[in-house]
């Protein structure tokens, strides 16, 4: 079954993450692809993330899918303009790759380069309704293809960003755009993640879209509070940070909280599944995954 199926059949869904190296060898990726294989039901390569240069999420999803993995081909809009865009898309398509996640991207600002120009020519929304419109089978010119992709559409979703209705409008217009699910930022308040889905609940949009809540395992309470600062939009309930500050064994504290929040999110109505982000830190995939009686139908 692929993840288009699966998300059909309304089961639960598990993916995670990889983030490509900074440089060409794409054995890191086949090494990082062991500890996901028979876990989750695909994977994530990310797009440049953070504005810095690593081995092309296209070339990455082409490697995992070698190796057995169903990828899930981040795409951003910051450095591509829609005749890029385009292309990149029909060329993953040609390659067997058929599942993306469209992101706007992050500001070259943030990352190791930050006079590079970014580009923006769409933005997220607009991405994911490139994409729609390829899958009928025409370009943005109007140009009708003799064959069509067939994309399984992903979005991103941040509950945690202030103004909180303007979160569920943005949610609203990527759905009606065309996003088939949905990935939210990792979840570190439960609060207002729950009034976000009671939200979502009330509006319908779960029965338009998979909802995929965002849970990461942390090593140590310095990642916390790194993210909390440095990552816009990032909410982290200070109980969490205080848990990995006293903690005698943080790594052993991290496993355990994010399998506490696993386990209330699998009981939030409308979420459909997680999406796990083991920030290098891949290989406690399996035990989160085992230890959180979650499982996987091929």
């Not at 559409?153 to 509950?159: L, Y």
Request: hydrophobic share 45%; with cysteine; proline share 5%.
């Amino acid at each position: 079954m692929t993840l288009k199926d699966k998300i059909a059949s309304d089961r639960f869904i598990v993916c995670a993450e990889i983030g490509p190296p900074q440089s060409c060898d794409g054995d890191v990726i086949r090494e990082k692809s062991k500890h996901f294989k028979g876990y989750v039901d695909a994977v994530n390569i990310t797009d440049n993330q953070t504005a810095v240069v690593r081995l092309s999420s296209i070339a990455s999803a082409k490697i995992l899918l070698d190796e057995g993995l169903e990828p899930i081909m981040q795409m951003t809009c910051r450095d591509r303009n829609r005749l890029a865009i385009q292309s990149d898309l029909l060329g993953a398509a040609a390659l067997g790759i058929h599942n993306v996640l469209c992101l706007t991207g992050d500001y070259p600002t943030f990352g190791d380069q930050p006079e590079a120009k970014g580009v923006f020519d769409l933005d997220s929304i607009q991405l994911i309704a490139t994409v729609a419109k390829m899958n009928s089978g025409f370009l943005l010119s109007d140009h009708e293809m003799n064959k069509a992709p067939e994309f399984l559409i992903g979005a991103a979703a941040n509950p945690f960003a202030p103004p909180f209705e303007m979160r569920i409008i943005r949610l609203y217009k990527k759905v009606e755009a065309g996003a088939h699910f949905i990935q939210t930022q990792p979840v570190f308040d439960l609060e207002i993640f729950t009034r976000w889905m009671e939200r979502i609940t009330y509006l319908g949009l779960h029965k338009k879209t998979a909802i995929l809540a965002g849970v990461m395992a942390v090593k140590s309470a310095k990642t916390l509070i790194l993210m909390q600062k440095k990552v816009p939009g990032v909410k982290i309930d200070k109980q969490y940070i205080e848990r990995m500050k006293a903690a005698s064994d943080p790594e052993e504290e991290g496993v355990k909280i994010a399998l506490e929040i696993i386990k209330i999110l699998k009981e939030i109505k409308g979420v459909r599944g997680i999406h796990l982000m083991p920030y290098l830190w891949e290989s406690i995939t399996p035990t989160i995954v085992r230890e959180a009686g979650l499982s996987i139908i091929s």
